[in-house]
């Protein structure tokens, strides 16, 4: 749905006025199963991306909190060991990115995952699944900043104790990826046109590529003006909030399991 409503000149059947029209919209013309269009490849290269994204904030977000603020919580350490995260992250996700929003756009020619890949190497190159990377990279380290940042202040708040409490860590989880989603959604539909590569936008677009953020916004603004900035601002909050909460629950559930098996083999030692 994000994806669709982010479109800067959709065809007339794929212009939607909220989220749930969409939704119905794409349900009854094309199908049930096409809202979770692109799911298989999301899910393959979600998890060495969040295996990476996690590892690496743990390791920088003690590190950094011992130098800045010795035995407390440093919410620069928290926001700068995100960002770093980041880096990993994208660099695993992105190819995954670019096929997701390429079988998501209306009228899609294809069908199957290798499929897309297969074309898009054909036509458009190995730089194609990265031509979106430093967007990505410029709408993600701000997006990951806010989202840490806001996540341990409420921990702080609803957890002070910082022990493992499944509501705390949904509730700061979902409020963290929603303010964090509406503050980036510019970059993000910026993102999305570099990925999908929208023919009609490219009408507008001399090089006949859209290449880096800067020709990306120039062409949202061409194409939409100001307004085309926030395409999608309320699907993209709703697919934050719960993919945020269960992300941070997950990975607070497991930490607390390590942590108390850990625990548990040193006190039998």
């Not at 209306?106 to 990377?133: I, K, L, M």
Request: proline share 4%.
């Amino acid at each position: 749905l994000q994806t669709r409503m982010q479109s800067l000149q959709p065809e007339p059947a794929a212009r939607y006025r909220n989220v749930l029209e969409a939704l119905w919209r794409i349900v009854q013309t094309e199908g049930v199963w096409r809202p979770m269009r692109g799911m298989n490849i999301t899910a393959t290269g979600a998890g060495p991306a969040h295996a990476l994204y996690f590892a690496c904030y743990e390791k920088l977000k003690k590190t950094l909190s011992d130098v800045i603020h010795a035995g407390g919580n440093s919410h620069v350490a928290n926001g700068a060991a995100g960002c770093v995260a980041t880096l990993l992250h994208d660099a695993a996700m992105n190819p995954a990115e670019v096929v997701k929003q390429r079988m998501q756009m209306y009228n899609s020619p294809y069908q199957r995952v290798t499929d897309c890949v297969r074309t898009v190497w054909r036509n458009e190159g190995a730089g194609a699944f990265y031509r979106s990377y430093t967007t990505q990279l410029t709408m993600n380290i701000p997006f990951q900043a806010i989202h840490f940042m806001t996540y341990e202040f409420l921990q702080e708040q609803l957890n002070p104790h910082r022990q493992y409490n499944p509501s705390s860590h949904m509730v700061s989880g979902a409020c963290a990826g929603a303010v964090a989603a509406a503050a980036t959604t510019p970059l993000d539909v910026c993102k999305t046109l570099l990925n999908t590569q929208e023919s009609l936008a490219l009408s507008s677009n001399i090089s006949g590529h859209i290449t880096g953020m800067a020709n990306a916004f120039r062409t949202v603004y061409q194409v939409g003006g100001v307004t085309a900035y926030f395409r999608g601002v309320q699907a993209r909050v709703i697919y934050q909030m719960p993919s945020t909460a269960i992300a941070w629950s997950v990975y607070e559930f497991f930490k607390y399991l390590l942590t108390k098996r850990q625990e548990e083999r040193r006190a039998g030692k």
